[in-house]
């Protein structure tokens, strides 16, 4: 049936002004992920029969982001109802219904936009749906006015909004469905005689009316609908998305011992029975698996940490780490593009880049791998098994063999053989009774300079 069609729209063309950037306002990340990315993913579970993102000119950046979502241009910014009208090449045809979207509100749930369909398709069968909310602060948003039997007679900008109208708490959340076979005569009949000189998509309503349609108002919750206009939004749609992946990280079986402190990406997934301490961040691309440990202080992006593993007190995983099955990487230690294998231990002061540290390897204190040159980056492979002494220097490219013993302090240049020790430590000196001799002679001479003052 044509009216259960669905088809979305994307409006992600505005400049973002009140961002004061130089990126686009929806490439904006927010969990680590761009604004628009986390909408995409809301729409993609929807599975409309089309979509389409309208995005300003020279948005290739943007046009990137969303493919393979076809995307088309608004040249000129001229209001929301303006950029939907860009789409008109696209969806002029389409008779079913088609939900509008706004770049900059990215935390809407698949079940809000659902419920909004559903209030479409109910009766009076209206002709547009408006998400309404009651944010704690309705500032900027526009206004929902509703008459006694629930119809949706206008939404006023609050720029253009009367005292009266402005102490309404029911807000645009700048969601809405419109039906597919008025939409674009709508569009095309809304005026810019307004205190922004815009075309705003909110006058369909009017326009509905005007023509007799019924125009209904399905509610949503602040914490998905937050619009970013500047950075202080930005902030608290990030405070409110950290909330519920955190609630979702507990929800899955983890213990965080002080939720509040703990940030997490959009993408980071988290085993059961995983332990994290106070103040871990973990960035995009991060998979711990069951039963792994993050103590305290930790900054984790781009790393995989396999089942009953230990990281931290503040470690910090790089790009390209992997911590095998109940390996410890512990306090000061850096990893990155590094593979530390099944039950190895880094526990201290450490560096480790471009390297494999073999299963069971044991890296004490203060090892570096000296990975680059200032021109390229060099391998470190230590075997399983082997020892790294404390404080040595690992210069790459270079191999320690399996089992290999390093002495501390060392700086290894050469490959080690497989069980061998290796030390590249100045011989060490000892004199018997030199310290206490030291100290007689320069007291003998301290006290023969003082007796010479004495005597002038
Ligand atoms: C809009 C709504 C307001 C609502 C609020 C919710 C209108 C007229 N106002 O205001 O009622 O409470 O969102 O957050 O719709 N865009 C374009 N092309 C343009 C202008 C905007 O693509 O010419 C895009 C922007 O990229 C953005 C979205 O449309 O993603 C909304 O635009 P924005 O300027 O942020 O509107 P608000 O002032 O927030
Ligand atoms: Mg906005």
Redesign the pocket.
């Known amino acids: 049936m044509t009216g259960d069609q669905t088809a979305v729209v994307?409006?992600?063309?505005?400049?973002?002004t009140?961002m004061k950037s130089s990126l686009p306002?929806?490439m904006h990340p927010l969990a680590g992920r761009p604004m628009i990315k986390h909408l995409l993913a809301a729409v993609e579970s929807l599975a409309p029969q089309q979509a389409c993102v309208?995005?300003?000119a020279e948005m290739e950046a943007v046009a990137r982001a969303v493919a393979p979502y076809p995307t088309v241009v608004?040249t000129?910014?001229?209001?929301?109802?303006?950029?939907v009208l860009a789409a008109e090449p696209v969806l002029g045809g389409f008779a079913g219904d088609v939900l509008i979207v706004?770049?900059?509100?990215p935390l809407i749930s698949l079940a809000t936009m659902q419920r909004m369909l559903d209030v479409k398709r109910a009766e009076p069968r209206p002709a547009v749906v408006v998400l309404g909310f009651r944010p704690e602060d309705p500032g900027?948003?526009?206004?929902l006015v509703v008459d006694g039997s629930g119809q949706l007679q206008a939404?006023v900008?609050?720029k253009d909004a009367s005292a009266e109208q402005l102490k309404i708490g029911l807000?645009?959340?700048?969601m809405m469905v419109v039906d597919g076979r008025h939409l674009f005569a709508f569009l095309h009949a809304i005026g810019n005689a307004n205190a922004?000189g815009?075309?705003?998509?909110?006058?369909v309503v009017t326009l509905a009316q005007a023509q007799g349609l019924a125009c209904r108002v399905a509610e949503g919750d602040e914490r998905e609908?937050?619009?970013?206009?500047s950075r202080a939004d930005l902030a608290r749609a990030e405070a409110f998305l950290q909330e519920t992946l955190r609630q979702r990280a507990m929800n899955e079986g983890a213990t965080l011992i002080d939720p509040a402190t703990v940030y997490f990406s959009a993408d980071t997934q988290l085993g059961r029975d995983v332990t994290v301490g106070p103040s871990v961040f973990f960035g995009p691309g991060v998979t711990v698996g069951d039963r792994v440990e993050i103590r305290a202080f930790c900054h984790i992006e781009g790393a995989v940490i396999e089942e009953g593993a230990i990281v931290g007190p503040f470690s910090r995983l790089r790009p390209g780490a992997s911590v095998a099955k109940g390996a410890h990487v512990g306090n000061f230690v850096e990893i990155k593009n590094a593979t530390v294998e099944e039950g190895a231990k880094v526990n201290h002061l450490t560096y480790i880049g471009d390297a494999r540290v073999g299963a069971k390897a044991n890296v004490g204190a203060g090892t570096i791998t000296c990975n680059y040159d200032g021109f390229t980056k060099g391998f470190t492979d230590i075997g399983e098994g082997a020892f790294i002494g404390s404080n040595s220097s690992l210069v790459a490219p270079v191999k320690i063999g399996a089992g290999a013993i390093i002495g501390a302090g060392s700086v290894i240049t050469r490959e080690v053989e497989t069980d061998a020790l290796a030390l590249t430590r100045g011989p060490h000196l000892q004199r018997k009774g030199w310290g206490k001799a030291f100290r007689t002679r320069k007291d003998e001479e301290k006290r023969k300079k003082q007796a010479e003052k004495g005597d002038r």
Do not use: P, S
């Open positions: 994307i409006l992600a063309a505005g400049l973002g009140r306002k929806v309208v995005i300003g608004q000129e910014r001229l209001g929301t109802g303006h950029a706004y770049g900059d509100t900027a948003y526009g206004r939404i900008e609050a807000c645009n959340a700048g922004k815009e075309y705003y998509l909110t006058d609908l937050i619009g970013v206009n």
